[in-house]
T-cell receptor, first 113, second 114 residues
Framework: DSGVTQTPKHLITATGQRVTLRCSPRSGDLSVYWYQQSLDQGLQFLIQYYNGEERAKGNILERFSAQQFPDLHSELNLSSLELGDSALYFC????????????FGDGTRLSIL | DAKTTQPNSMESNEEEPVHLPCNHSTISGTDYIHWYRQLPSQGPEYVIHGLTSNVNNRMASLAIAEDRKSSTLILHRATLRDAAVYYCILVDTMIYNQGGKLIFGQGTELSVKP
């Protein structure tokens, strides 16, 4: 058990819809990362938050947004969903911004019909 | 982002040592070498990391070449549970606003035979 909790585990929705994925980091971790894993693109870094502030951005689409709340949990919002957004979305957390290991959740599997 | 090169796949026998190579010829002085693995149907899992010296922990050992252009992850006795995709990743935490993000390559798929 990594200590990182992601909900829901599975999500099935239709094109054009909007969904919110939730992540609770390990106790005490200030940094949260979001990654997307699809069959054709592999694991890709999307975005990182540290103590409520956005710190790094990767290949995140404009239709996607994220935030980290004062209690340090994070949400990834995906809107105007397309078939190609079907993927596993992982959240990871680490203690701070340094070289500390990242601990991953079990992911949310998003299926767009 | 500095890149790494790993074999696509490797095979091992159970209870034998496994040496997983990684080349990173363009590594910078501030890049740490991290290894993660992903077991089937699970999220990635941290294995080990190092900068210049060899490192050991309960999961594995990391051997880093003197010029730091390559490294080897060593599993001392492979078990069936070690079958996974292993990722070698360079992390530069000196770049402002990079915050230690992980850039995953294709990794090495390790299969372990009983």
């Amino acid at each position: 058990d990594s200590g990182v909790t992601q909900t829901p585990k599975h999500l099935i929705t239709a094109t054009g819809q909007r969904v919110t994925l939730r992540c609770s980091p390990r106790s005490g971790d200030l940094s949260v990362y979001w990654y997307q894993q699809s069959l054709d693109q592999g694991l890709q870094f999307l975005i990182q938050y540290y103590n409520g502030e956005e710190r790094a951005k990767g290949n995140i689409l404009e239709r996607f947004s994220a935030q980290q709340f004062p209690d340090l949990h994070s949400e990834l919002n995906l809107s105007s969903l397309e078939l190609g957004d079907s993927a596993l979305y992982f959240c990871a957390s680490s203690a701070d911004l340094s070289n500390q290991p990242q601990h991953f959740g079990d992911g949310t599997r998003l299926s767009i019909l | 982002d500095a890149k790494t090169t790993q074999p696509n796949s490797m095979e091992s026998n159970e209870e034998e040592p496994v040496h997983l190579p990684c080349n990173h010829s363009t590594i910078s002085g501030t890049d740490y070498i991290h290894w993660y693995r992903q077991l089937p149907s699970q999220g990635p899992e941290y294995v080990i990391h190092g900068l210049t010296s060899n490192v050991n922990n309960r999961m594995a050992s990391l051997a880093i070449a003197e010029d730091r252009k390559s490294s080897t992850l060593i599993l001392h006795r492979a078990t069936l549970r070690d079958a996974a995709v292993y990722y070698c990743i360079l992390v530069d935490t000196m770049i402002y606003n990079q915050g230690g993000k992980l850039i995953f390559g294709q990794g090495t798929e390790l299969s372990v035979k009983p």
